[in-house]
């Protein structure tokens, strides 16, 4: 078998797992196939280890024992291709809605959403957040253009269910903060707090919930509407009072450190 053969067997194999195939099996013998054996599932362990530290408080709900099979079954079917293990595992929670039973399963797909999104936050650049001071020099009639784009370390999340409650009881310092179980909030109500707003500031990651208004128009501008469009999207359901609410909202946004200039 030539070297680049060799290499690429020894590749297909780490990542596939499972007996060792025939063409490794020529080369690899005793004593060497137990080290092999180790080799190949220390890699999968490696992955695992990764994959406990960043979902904390997934674990804390689910029991190691549970969360250690839904580990090992995730890596089954999701190998990495990632030069970083910081980059894996940012599939588990569709990975976990898929096969959702219940609610308790929504909410931890939700939960592993929620703990990526905030991992997310805290790695990402800072960017240069506009200010209100920044704004001053700017003629009115160039309002109505203005555009805004979210830093990159600013994310947003949608729950259905209490996950970030969830979240906050893991995290605790009292073990019998846990909420006595899964609850799946009413969408329908519009002041319910289904969307949140990720931030990371200094050192810190921080979050709030955003009123379904808010966040839709928080959307709207931060995905490139310009703010003319963004008053003139409000002003379908609130009239005259569109161009106060936005300018209220962006300063707020500003004041959060959460928008910058394209």
């Known amino acids: 078998m030539r070297l680049t053969e060799l290499q690429s ?9 499972g007996p060792t195939p025939e063409a490794l099996a020529a080369v690899v013998e005793p004593p060497a196939d137990e080290r092999w054996r180790i080799y190949v599932d220390a890699y999968r362990l490696r992955l695992a280890e990764a994959l406990g530290v960043q979902y904390r408080a997934l674990a804390a709900r689910c ?15 999701t190998p990495s291709v990632y030069r ?15 096969g959702a039973a219940g609610v308790e399963d929504e909410l931890r797909g939700e939960l592993a959403g929620f703990e990526w999104q905030l991992a997310a936050a805290f790695d990402a650049e800072a960017g240069r957040p506009a200010t209100v001071a920044g704004l001053a020099t700017v ?22 269910t209490n996950a970030v409650a969830a979240w906050r009881a893991a995290t605790a310092a009292r073990a019998d903060d846990h909420p006595t179980g899964p609850v799946r909030l009413p969408v329908a109500v519009r002041t319910a707090p289904l969307e949140w707003l990720v931030v990371r500031v200094g050192l810190d990651t921080e979050f709030r919930s955003l009123p379904v208004d808010e966040a839709e128009a928080f959307d709207r501008l931060a995905g490139g509407a310009s703010f003319g469009e963004l008053c003139a999207a409000l002003g379908e359901r609130l009239g005259d009072a569109a161009a106060l609410q936005a300018a209220t909202w962006l300063k707020g946004w500003l004041h959060e450190g959460l928008l910058e200039r394209p």
């Open 63 to 77: 029991g190691s024992e549970e969360f250690d099979a839904r580990i090992a079954s995730f890596i089954a079917i």
């Open 139 to 160: 003629a009115a009639e160039d309002w109505q253009g203005l555009c805004f784009r979210a830093l990159p370390c600013v994310r947003r999340f949608t729950t259905c």
């Open 9 to 17: 067997a020894v590749q297909r194999h780490v990542l596939a797992g």
């Open 84 to 98: 970083s293990i910081r980059d894996y595992g940012g599939e588990l929670a569709a990975f976990l809605a898929t």
